[in-house]
């Protein structure tokens, strides 16, 4: 079994770190995806899937140790991840948190070996920005199979697929 250790990572402004996500993390983060959720940008995560999840999640922390962002890199395959739980506060959003969170999770995904990522968003612009290209959901059965069955919206989805090949 190969390890990948995760380094602490650039960050997008002096005034922000990237850094892997922790337990102590998660009452933050819940915070953070609340307003996401609440608008349907974000499926709802439970607390117990954070906490069963951390190891997959990267956050953005500002200077006074307030998290401003994060993602997460689902792997489910050994070719294939999708960067899901992608937030960015409102006050920080314009500023290259999202798109560090995104490069950062490219790094990661690069480091296991994987040749393509994927994400469902209601925000296909910000991705192709970064060199995603639209896709089509039927490409990865796994996510549909393993995720939109049990979505609330699964019937009348308005997502776009976007993938990159790395």
């Not at 190969?2 to 770190?17: D, F, I, L, N, Y």
């Not at 709802?44 to 954070?50: A, G, K, Q, T």
């Not at 290209?133 to 308005?158: G, S």
């Amino acid at each position: 079994m190969t390890s990948v250790s995760v380094k602490p990572r650039r960050a997008p402004r002096p005034e922000t770190a990237l850094r892997p996500a922790t337990l102590a993390d998660v009452a933050e983060m819940e915070k953070l995806m609340a307003p996401f959720v609440a608008t349907g940008d974000l499926l709802p995560r439970s607390n117990y899937d954070l906490c069963r999840h951390i190891k997959e999640y990267v956050v953005a922390v500002a200077r006074d140790g307030a998290i401003v962002g994060t993602g997460s890199l689902k792997v489910y395959s050994t070719s294939l991840a999708e960067i899901a739980g992608l937030a960015v506060g409102d006050d920080q959003q314009g500023r290259g948190v999202g798109k560090a969170l995104v490069e950062a999770l490219v790094l990661d995904a690069r480091a296991l070996g994987l040749t393509e990522v994927f994400g469902l968003t209601r925000k296909p612009l910000f991705f192709l920005r970064l060199g995603f290209r639209i896709a089509e959901k039927e490409q990865f059965p796994l996510k549909v199979w393993a995720d939109c069955t049990r979505c609330p919206r699964q019937h009348a989805c308005d997502e776009v697929a976007v993938a990159l090949t790395l």
